[in-house]
């Protein structure tokens, strides 16, 4: 169940996938399953398990990589948190004296859903990454990448401690300051200078766009819930004795459960589609900013070694060493820039795929559950009109 | 002179109970009162100018022009019979006045002006015992000629308009009145209406009605702080809210008490209606006098009401009264999860909005033409959306909501009278208690007339309207709900050739 498709060509020479995960008490199992023709393995077909930090430190390594660092990362998926459904299954278990005994399996039961709804999810999340990886040209032949494929002994990747946290906070500051040092400076590529300005704007409205989609189905859900409420309160009036009014009640609150049932898909759906697409692309264009960000870097470092080399050639000394950086940074600035412009354009065509892909099955959804949920209404009406 | 003796201990035994509803009555004390009423009024409140008595013959009167078709000669003679015991009755039987529903053409006046005249009394006692039986006859005959013209009467309540100043400033509402009804004296007419002009005629209402077994239609509650806010002149949607609530449950109010057959007759409801002045309810304001006078006695009656123990002779009442508590107690929970629905259908909406405009904001910086177009088309989407859930918000609220309010007061109300019939038993057995062996004629009187008493609550509590009031509303809203989803439907049909046109 792919929440997102990000339009990969599956091709047999590496297939990959989740076929299975496991929901422990701290933690998530995922079973990696891989199909592949290539030779670099030593079977056609294998599973191993692998944990959520294996799945970071596989991404971390990436981006270490300097070779990498003319493509696009795929972002690593977000760490699985159940933490707000325990909680809240908890405090169902707490409140199961004060409620009756039909409230209690129904809150339970649409608890368990969401617990199920979460787990798909991230679940899904892993699963593109690891899907992205393996259609990338070049990330797919990574070495770390088949180790993480086959190698089925536990990988010994601890999570980062405390120390190792600090250092990435401080890592990742420099880098924010850093960056807008580097984005200063103009580019002479056309391409590239639109693209930056194109890609910041766009990371921020992607960003409110997420978070506002994210209050949006949260209330979808928040009233799907309230009409359960409305639904058991109807039924306890209706059973509390057989009168016209009484039968009237429970037919509404019957009404109430199954429209409850339509609008918490609604804002299921909505989830999937919509929220959490963007979720992606909020990653994905950080990502694609984070290559920018490197080209930009080495074409600093590439211009501040044309002027050591000036300044070298000017003085004549070190000339042969100035001379060999400022090839290096060339040469690494040049390469970037080809892949960078190759990326660039695939994200955008992947991008508009994905949209389109999930904006028509969100259209389509949306209309399915409003065309039932009428249906329903118009049935109850039908009933309820037909008694009096 | 034994009689007199008799009464005059038996009124003072009395008057401990008297007291507390006399206070509520203070200001409402009309045609035909009795000697024990005024008098204490007398002492508590020296607002009563002194008239001239009524003369007695006026009740008499009052009662033929309402009867249609009224037996005086009748009354003479009962009284005439049952003078001696009339008046023992009168004295034992509390809150006689309340019994007796007051019927006069002309609507209660404001302050109390009668003295009290022993000679006065025995007739109208006799009145009095015979009072209940011609009024039921005579409500059968209205309820008939109510049915016929199936309740022509329409009641609009609209243009809520701010008059005067700061503290002092108050809403105005005009009150639309149409009607093909006899009684009036127009069909056509319209007058304009403050807030405590409609608690006054609740409580002239509650005060005549209420103690003798009907449920008055609770009135819509006071509210300082909304009140205020309008006053002060804030004009933010907030208040325009309040206003509009406030409208809508007073509409709701008046049409509820138009309905009622019994209701429909009072005089100070049709001078509510009709007439272009009234006199200023001065005691419902929330911190007045009265206010707080009434606020004690609550306190009194709750008090009391833990104190009593009523052994419930009768299971039905019993049965009803668990019911009603129960009843109570799911529709207050109903309520709360409604206005959960409503506030939380109201974020959805606000929600709703910011997303679209977020995902305008989307579609402008994406430099995919169709992409961008496709995403500000969906920005459009959810902006209407986001109407129809506001709409549909107010629809819960207006429709749904209030309504359940309305009931929980109804339900309150319903209470209220069980207490009085509490009350009225509670005095009904001391009075046996202290009447037992001697007065036993008039404590088969009593009873005769406590059945009666009981056998109107009962019907009153049958109100079918009740359920189907209930009914409609509910299919009203499911109707709404219906809207909706068609709304919903053609938004997204029409958005999904737009989604499917990204090349």
New interface residues.
């Given amino acids: 169940l792919r929440a997102i498709n990000v339009d990969l060509q599956t091709d047999a020479a590496l297939q990959v996938d989740i076929s299975d995960a496991l929901s422990e008490r701290d933690k998530v199992k995922f079973t990696v399953h891989t199909k592949s023709s290539l030779p670099n393995f030593k079977q056609n077909e294998f599973s191993v398990v692998r944990q959520h930090e294996e799945f970071i430190w596989l991404h971390d390594s990436f981006v270490e990589n300097e070779d990498y660092a003319g493509y696009i990362i795929p972002p690593a998926p977000p760490r699985p948190d159940f933490d707000a459904s325990r909680e809240k299954l908890q405090k169902l278990g707490e409140g199961e004296g004060s409620m009756t005994k039909e409230e209690f399996t129904k809150m339970k039961q649409e608890l368990e859903a969401e617990y199920l709804a979460i787990f798909k999810k991230t679940v899904a999340m892993h699963e593109v990454f690891l899907c992205r990886v393996a259609a990338h040209p070049i990330l797919r032949k990574d070495l770390n990448f088949h180790v993480f494929l086959e190698y089925n002994q536990d990988l010994s990747v601890r999570g980062k401690n405390k120390k190792e946290k600090l250092e990435d906070f401080f890592k990742n500051m420099v880098k924010s300051a850093d960056g807008v040092i580097v984005s200063g400076v103009k580019d002479v590529d056309d391409f590239f200078e639109h693209e930056r300005t194109?890609l910041v704007?766009?990371h921020n409205?992607?960003k409110?766009?997420s978070a506002?989609?994210d209050?949006?189905t949260?209330?979808?859900k928040?009233?799907a819930d309230?009409?359960n409420?409305?639904g058991s309160?109807?039924y306890?009036?209706g059973t509390?004795?057989s009168?016209?009014?009484c039968k009237?009640f429970l037919k509404?609150s019957e009404?109430f459960d199954k429209?409850r049932k339509i609008e918490a898909r609604v804002s299921a759906d909505e989830d999937l589609k919509l929220s959490d697409l963007l979720k992606y692309y909020l990653r994905e264009s950080q990502a694609a900013k984070d290559l920018l960000y490197r080209r930009s870097r080495s074409l600093v470092d590439y211009e501040n070694a044309n002027k050591a080399l000036d300044k070298a050639r000017a003085k004549n000394k070190d000339v042969l060493q100035a001379e060999t950086t400022q090839q290096i940074c060339c040469q690494k600035f040049e390469k970037i820039s080809e892949s960078a412009k190759q990326e660039l354009i695939d994200f955008?065509t992947r991008?508009?795929a994905a949209?389109?892909k999930n904006?028509?099955e969100?259209?389509?959804l949306?209309?399915k559950h409003?065309?039932g949920?009428?249906q329903l209404?118009?049935s109850?009406?039908a009933v309820?009109?037909g008694d009096? | 002179m034994e009689i007199a003796d008799r009464v005059s201990f038996l009124y003072i035994f009395f008057c401990f109970f008297e007291m507390k509803e006399c206070c509520n009555n203070s200001y409402i004390l009309t045609h035909g009162n009795w000697f024990s009423h005024n008098y204490l009024t007398f002492f508590f409140f020296k607002q009563s100018s002194p008239s001239s008595p009524e003369p007695a013959s006026l009740p008499a009167e009052d009662l033929s022009t309402n009867s249609n078709g009224p037996k005086p000669a009748e009354i003479m003679l009962d009284g005439d019979r049952e003078d001696l015991f009339a008046e023992a009755t009168e004295e034992v039987s509390l809150d006689s006045p309340e019994r007796d529903p007051i019927l006069s053409p002309e609507p209660t006046p404001a302050v109390t002006p009668v003295t009290p005249t022993a000679l006065i009394a025995p007739r109208m006692e006799s009145k009095s015992v015979t009072a209940p039986v011609i009024f039921d006859r005579s409500r059968e005959e209205i309820e008939e000629e109510a049915n016929g013209d199936m309740f022509d009467i329409e009641i609009n309540v609209s243009d809520p308009e701010k008059v005067g100043d700061g503290m002092n400033a108050y809403m105005a509402y005009r009150v639309t009145t149409k009607t093909s009804l006899s009684i009036f004296h127009k069909n056509e007419f319209s007058v304009k209406r403050r807030f405590s002009d409609f608690l006054g005629l609740h409580s002239k209402l509650a005060t005549k009605y209420m103690h003798i077994g009907y449920i008055v239609p609770p009135a819509p509650e006071k509210s300082i702080v909304g009140m205020t806010k309008v006053k002060v002149g804030k004009e933010d949607s907030s208040s325009t809210e309040f206003v509009e609530k406030r409208r809508a449950a007073l509409e709701r109010y008046l049409q509820r008490t138009v309905k009622h057959p019994t209701l429909l007759q009072d005089p100070d409801l049709r001078q509510f209606l009709e007439s272009s002045e009234l006199p200023r309810a001065v005691n419902t304001q929330a911190l007045s006098g009265a206010g707080i006078l009434r606020m004690v006695n609550k306190a009194a009656d709750a008090v009391n009401k833990m104190t009593i123990k009523m052994n419930e002779s009768d299971a039905w009442f019993e049965e009803k009264q668990q019911?009603f508590e129960?009843?109570d107690q799911?529709?207050r929970?109903?309520h709360s999860?409604?206005e959960?629905?409503v506030c939380?259908?109201k974020?959805?909406s606000a929600?709703?909005a910011?997303?679209a405009k977020?995902?305008a904001?989307?579609g402008n910086?994406?430099?995919?033409t169709?992409?961008s177009r496709?995403?500000s088309q969906?920005a459009e989407v959810e902006e209407k959306i986001d109407q129809l859930h506001q709409e549909q918000a107010f629809a819960d609220f207006y429709v749904f909501s209030e309504l359940l309010g309305d009931y929980i007061r109804l339900i309150a109300a319903v209470k209220g009278v069980f207490d009085h019939r509490m009350k009225c038993w509670q005095k009904w057995q001391d009075a046996q208690v202290t009447l037992q062996k001697k007065r036993e004629a008039e404590a088969k009187l009593q009873l005769a007339n406590k059945p009666d008493k009981l056998q109107q609550a009962k019907d009153e509590i049958k109100e079918k309207e009740r359920?189907?009031d209930?009914?409609t509303v509910?299919?009203e809203y499911?109707?709404s709900?219906?809207q909706t989803?068609?709304q919903?439907?053609k938004y997204?049909?029409a958005?999904?050739p737009e989604?499917?046109a990204?090349?």
């Fill in positions: 194109f704007e766009y409205r992607v409110d766009a506002k989609s209050k949006m949260r209330s979808h928040n009233v309230d009409y409420r409305i309160s109807l306890a009036l509390q004795d009168t016209d009014i009237f509404v009404l429209t955008k991008r508009v949209f389109r904006l028509v969100l259209a389509e949306e209309l409003a065309k949920n009428l209404l118009q109850c009406l309820l009109n009096t | 019911q129960n009843l799911q529709l929970k109903l999860s409604v959960a629905l939380h259908r974020e959805l929600n709703t910011a997303f977020s995902a904001m989307l910086s994406e430099d995919h169709a992409l496709a995403l969906l359920v189907k209930f009914k509910i299919i499911l109707e709900l219906v989803q068609q919903l439907i997204w049909e958005f999904l989604a499917k990204i090349a």
